[in-house]
């Protein structure tokens, strides 16, 4: 068993720490492929009213298969090392999370020196879907997007007079805009006021979504922030316990 109360205590939350990651690693991973396999999903996103993208539920269920199974070995390295006192498996459990801190670091100063070219790719995508609006893919995600961030087109509802829902028309007393634009399911009121710009807006949703999606980030900005170095400050506890268990072991399993 490891010598010195440092040593058992470093051994003990490693045990409770990772047999955590382990388990949320295997829930990320279920969920990743219970997503990917079962029909019923799908359906029932085609059948509710939710409106959320199919393609994003893929996207998020590959990521989630990739990353819970990288928490999975992660954790499994990090638990049955510390329980063996094996000291390649806890420096695999060591090299994992440095990885993992790495790739924080790397996104974390991305974001920050790319921000502005980031908000530009945003609008640059948001201007394309609703130019391309109604295609399939589009009509769902813009409808996702303008119900749940309370919006309408890229820079505002006039975004769509030169769209393919108005097949290029400018004409002010026919073009429309998505019924999701539309706060309630009066619609000719909501088109009256898109046609005529105002001068109030009770029908229409009338704020711009760029603007409406970068104020939610820049909101929750703190949060985020907040839990990405909670999780970096557990990491690193995680990695120095790991070096001092790996310093302090002994030879108590024979087949180590």
Not at 85 to 104: D, N, Q, R
Not at 125 to 151: A, S
Not at 216 to 240: D, H, K, P, Q, W
């Amino acid at each position: 068993m490891a010598d010195g109360m440092c040593a058992k205590c470093s051994r003990y939350l490693l045990v409770v720490f990772n047999f955590f990651f382990w388990v949320s690693g295997c829930g990320l991973l279920g969920i990743g492929i219970w997503i990917c396999v079962d029909d019923r999903i799908e359906e029932f996103l085609k059948n509710a009213s939710i409106g959320f993208p199919l393609d994003w539920i893929y996207v998020f269920a590959y990521v989630t298969i990739g990353v819970g199974g990288f928490i999975f070995i992660t954790g499994f390295c990090g638990c049955c090392g510390a329980v063996r006192e094996s000291a390649w498996m806890l420096a695999g459990y060591i090299g994992c999370v440095v990885i993992i801190l790495v790739a924080e670091l790397v996104i974390g100063v991305y974001i920050a020196v790319e921000r502005k070219n980031l908000e530009g790719m945003l609008k640059t995508e948001l201007t394309r879907l609703v130019n391309e609006y109604p295609t399939h893919n589009n009509n769902v995600t813009m409808d996702f997007i303008q119900k749940n961030f309370d919006c309408c087109g890229a820079r505002n509802f006039s975004d769509y007079k030169e769209s393919k829902l108005n097949n290029g028309t400018t004409t002010p007393s026919t073009w429309i805009v998505p019924s999701s634009c539309c706060k309630t399911e009066n619609t000719v009121q909501c088109y009256s006021e898109a046609r005529n710009l105002g001068p109030t807006y009770t029908e229409i949703r009338s704020r711009s979504c760029f603007d409406n999606i970068i104020d939610f980030l820049y909101e929750n900005v703190v949060i985020l922030i907040s839990v990405a170095v909670g999780v970096a400050v557990a990491e690193i506890l995680g990695v120095i316990c790991a070096v001092i268990l790996c310093q302090n072991r002994t030879e108590y399993w024979d087949w180590d």
